[in-house]
């Protein structure tokens, strides 16, 4: 956080191509000093010592109904997406590819990764980017399956070629303003895939009772919801109904359209084959060499493509899934992780399987599952009888074996007797848990919550309402309508050929961010209105955070170049010792940076680790901007940390 | 209020048989002292100062929204209703005679009555007795119409009797306990008629295009609620959005299945018949003469049974649409009203149409529309934005234009345009607007109250919450459990060919609350679990208020007899002087009775007309239900009051 001043200024510069191309290595100018492996170095070693932990912390009763929920939350969206796929890609992905796809990150992730909490699997952008793929190549006659296979190949390369170059260290860049579009942008595409599930079901009773059914399951599953977020029935029951309402309501209504007059109308259901097997006819190893040259090459823009949303998407997922909310003890790796995606990207290539990667509604989840709470009333609280109360996360039970064992668990979901199961569930069911999924997403965006701020009656809104602090109406409705500009850019063009394209869109807005808002807006409103994705001791190995706005101030006071320090290297240079991040935990948010000399900056910058919780030598728009990352949020309580954790699992994947 | 210790203990001698057949008069028993007329005598002489005002006062612009919107909240229902009594009664009864009977009830009410925010239509209940009499005397061949007017002319006589014997006394021993009940019964009447119309419609695409619809009809008006009582928008959007928010759902729906691939779906629509003629091929005037003089007595049983239903349903009707909550400042007058609806009964029974009542919702939802409110911050309210605020009621703009007003609209939709539109809405539409009517009654309704109380996680409950001052949790559960037995019986019995008798169920409540609770809860109990139905001030015409069970506090001290006067009779005494009653407003509530004389009871019965606010000699149960009923309003402020609108607006008719 301390070294923000050169980086920006470097970024604009620079901008706006930080990224998928590494950066030529050994220029003269320390910015282009690439030290090779060091991130994933510094990774593995700062995780390293926690390892065995991983697995022996997992003798805790929190692992059990996180494995169980985390199978859910993952199974389900995956079957509605290989119902999606199976239908696009003229089956060439089926209901075991995408379970099988689910193993291989689970698996891989689990037992490799630097961060085993985020859950990998197959998203809604990584299925319109295959069967747009599809549609693009299946004219020319190209084997489509060994062209994917090209695409994760050159993907594996661009993605260890990211890690090695410790890409990662650009993540600080991406704030909740990237993050909030993508979400918005993902449910939108679960709400046109129910449709669409939906529309292809003709005009006569199928249709209709399939309308009927997912309306149902939709309204069934948002009450389920509704009633976990409630203060009806005891702790336990309400996490039930929030954890297994969704799947409950699944398996209900699947025995549900054989009651009474419906048992006549025959319905869709989700289309399996047997067992352990590819569905299209073929061998689980691709052909890849069944391609023609040209062809090979013609894949790498895709991979570009791919390694972008991937960046992106896995990188974000994982953010989340150690947001600020979540007291987290054992370091992050984005590097390594990084290195794995390539890994697994590179084998689902080859075992024609759709690319699995970080979950972003599911890996904030676990860690959630994970967390092990206390209810505990609310100091303002006053007589006459508020009712508020707040759920404490005293503790996160970090280990590798829930994300293993529900692996495992929709391993043997491939098996007959499940699949059978699974071939059940008719169609409308899930149209209606596409809709609930997209529903849900909105409502926790950070868009919507920004919407629903600007229609709220003036008068009727709490004065602590942290948007209250924005004199300047207009800058919200300003930033709300780039959000939306966006996210409707994005959109529309998923809905023609060129949909593979959107992930170049999602990331455009990353340097939207960074130097068109900051002319536009303040950095007071703009720390207001954006904010880190992830809380400091997990930015900590990429070089701390970006933050939400004080940084251009310090980027207008130090745009007369006299900054030179590269804050990404010294950033690594702050964490090179091993562990040595840990001891800057949670204390290097309040320094306080003006115009200050480079020597002042680095004996800040060394300080960071040591000093503890508030030191700031000076005031100004970084220390405000400070007081609402962490003060706010000490201060605030509970509202704005649920906010935070709204604003996270917008961001779906 | 003052009087209720003797009260209470002739009730308790001269129970279980208060009403329906008047008293005996002139015995030398002080109780059996009927002074005929001098309840509808005092009526009129208290409301008479008023009527010229109650024409200059509609000059405001509450009144024009106000009519609107009963417009369209009195004719939607009896529109539905109108849809399941012709299915039922083989076309008896269809739109036009629900309509001309909606109009009957509006021009008489707010011509005549003492209480013109009454709004009067066609009800559930009636609805129910209405086919029930039909499927009873349709196998005998009787002319039904003939039949329903012998039934209404009785029902005429035994009304004026009730109403000449001053029978609204008794209504101090209406408290919310058969209210609720009563509500709940009507929801779930509702809800099943939803269903009704659903099931008559086979099980191809109409049937499942219906479903659809209802489904969505239901939750767009639920959205449109919801929102109504949110802090998004603006005042008056949100006002526009709770007020027409259904009526505009119900539009649109009724265009929407027209559109894409619903076109070729034929759906049932409302049958509708000739603008101005009745349903069936008739004139208006019945010939009741065309009938067997054994049948003409044969409706005296059913006449008794319709005048237990209106007595109760009417009246209580009028208590709420005048609770504590509404600054009224214009006297009730529930004899004489009882007395004009003996009239519409008869003249409804002389055109052969359903015969009106007073309206639950409607009539609450009357007077809170002519509120004139002001938008105040909770005073509690603590800097870390708790964003609590409330709607305070300064004044209600008592008139008799917009009853008028909406009675007229009314007649101008039997004419012919306005048919044929009606003619377009399909029954899947009316369907969800059961479906919204019976859930909103269920949502609203005292019994949901208390069992979501009891499910309520306690730790979660906030302390000030009034049924925690309850320390035996099983007493609650006692009283839902009574509640919902009551609920059932009266449920249970109109699925069966008995179904006119409900009536008596849901009366038979008033001796289980006055005999059968107090033996099984305490008074303190009581007094928490129950309240009376309407304010002081509206009660003061018949007695005063019975309330929510410290009277059986004074009633346990008392049994020994030592008591003697009259409190109904005395009730009468001080109400007796024109006007009179206005100055004892909201200033009688905390007077304290404990083991007093008779000198001293009548001191204070005349000490409460000219008492201030918070007089009370002695402390104990008295004095705690007061607490209850005013201060505690006073103190948790919106919270209660918005119960008790709450539980007022459960009770559907």
């Known amino acids: 956080m301390t070294t923000t001043t050169t980086t920006t200024t470097t970024t604009t510069s620079h901008a706006p191509a930080p990224v998928p191309a590494p950066p030529p290595r050994s220029a003269s100018d320390r910015w282009y000093k690439i030290r090779l492996f060091r991130g994933m170095i510094n990774d593995a070693r700062r995780r390293a010592p926690y390892y065995v932990s991983?697995?022996?912390?997992?003798?805790?009763?929190?692992?059990?109904?996180?494995?169980?929920?985390?199978?859910?939350?993952?199974?389900?969206?995956?079957?509605?997406?290989?119902?999606?796929?199976?239908?696009?890609?003229?089956?060439?992905?089926?209901?075991?590819?995408?379970?099988?796809?689910?193993?291989?990150?689970?698996?891989?992730?689990?037992?490799?990764?630097?961060?085993?909490?985020?859950?990998?699997?197959?998203?809604?952008?990584?299925?319109?980017?295959?069967?747009?793929?599809?549609?693009?190549?299946?004219?020319?006659?190209?084997?489509?399956?060994?062209?994917?296979?090209w695409i994760g190949l050159w993907s594996l390369v661009l993605h260890w070629v990211l890690a090695v170059t410790n890409s990662c260290n650009w993540l600080r860049y991406v704030t909740r303003f990237p993050c909030d579009i993508f979400g918005f942008y993902v449910a939108f595409i679960y709400l046109q895939k129910g449709i669409q599930v939906l529309e292809r079901m003709g005009d006569e009773e199928p249709f209709y009772l399939s309308l009927v059914v997912s309306l149902l399951v939709f309204a069934v599953s948002y009450v389920c919801a509704e009633l976990g977020k409630s203060a009806l029935f005891t702790h336990p029951v309400r996490v039930f109904l929030k954890d297994y309402g969704t799947p409950l309501t699944v398996v209900f209504f699947t025995g549900f359209v054989h009651l009474g007059k419906m048992e006549a109308i025959h319905l869709e259901n989700l289309p399996v084959s047997t067992s352990f097997f590819p569905t299209a006819d073929r061998g689980w190893f691709v052909h890849f060499w069944d391609i023609s040259v040209g062809d090979v090459f013609l894949a790498i823009p895709f991979a570009v493509l791919l390694t972008i949303l991937f960046w992106f998407d896995h990188n974000v997922s994982s953010l989340i899934a150690q947001g600020t909310e979540f007291p987290l003890s054992k370091p992050a790796g984005f590097h390594w992780d990084l290195f794995l995606l390539g890994l697994t990207t590179g084998v689902a290539g080859l075992l024609g399987l759709p690319f699995p990667n970080g979950l972003i509604p599911q890996a904030p989840f676990h860690t959630e599952s994970l967390c092990?709470?206390?209810?505990?009333?609310d100091p303002d609280e006053t007589g006459a009888g508020k009712g508020h109360y707040e759920f404490k996360a005293t503790h996160v039970v970090e280990q590798r074996v829930s994300n293993l064992a529900q692996g495992l668990l929709t391993l043997g979901t491939m098996s007959a007797p499940l699949l059978v199961v699974l071939h059940l569930i008719p169609q409308g069911v899930l149209a209606g848990l596409f809709f609930i999924m997209g529903f849900q997403a909105l409502e926790a965006n950070g868009i919507t919550a920004k919407l629903l701020f600007l229609v709220r009656d003036a008068a009727l809104t709490p004065a602590g309402h942290p948007l209250k602090q924005i004199p300047r109406r207009a800058a919200i409705w300003l930033f709300v309508a780039v959000e939306l500009l966006g996210f409707a850019a994005t959109f529309a063009i998923t809905q023609t050929v060129a949909a593979v394209g959107f992930p170049i869109f999602i990331f455009a807005l990353i340097p939207v961010r960074a130097l068109l808002l900051p002319r536009w807006l303040t950095p007071q409103e703009l720390s207001v209105l954006d904010e880190p994705t992830a809380s400091p001791f997990t930015m900590e190995g990429i070089g701390g955070s970006y933050g939400g706005g004080s940084e251009e101030g310090v980027l207008d006071a130090s745009e007369d170049g006299s900054s030179g320090e590269d804050g990404m290297d010294r950033g690594k240079t702050a964490d090179g010792g091993t562990g040595g991040g840990m001891f800057g935990r949670r204390s290097g948010e309040a320094v306080s940076v003006g115009r200050r000399s480079e020597e002042e900056l680095a004996e800040l910058g060394e300080g960071r680790l040591r000093a503890p919780a508030g030191v700031g030598a000076g005031a100004g728009a970084r220390r405000m901007s400070s007081a609402v990352d962490e003060d706010g949020i000490e201060m605030l309580g509970m509202r704005v940390s649920r906010r935070g954790l709204a604003s996270r699992e917008g961001a779906l994947g």
Request: negative net charge; contains cysteine.
């Open 372 to 377: 092990v709470t206390s209810v505990v009333a």
């Open 54 to 149: 991983d697995w022996t912390d997992a003798w805790n009763y929190r692992v059990v109904p996180a494995t169980v929920y985390m199978y859910f939350a993952n199974i389900l969206p995956a079957l509605a997406f290989s119902l999606d796929m199976f239908s696009k890609t003229d089956m060439q992905y089926g209901v075991n590819e995408v379970l099988l796809a689910s193993v291989l990150g689970a698996v891989v992730f689990s037992v490799l990764a630097c961060q085993p909490l985020v859950i990998v699997g197959v998203t809604g952008p990584i299925t319109v980017f295959n069967y747009t793929v599809y549609d693009i190549m299946s004219p020319t006659g190209t084997n489509y399956l060994a062209f994917m296979c």
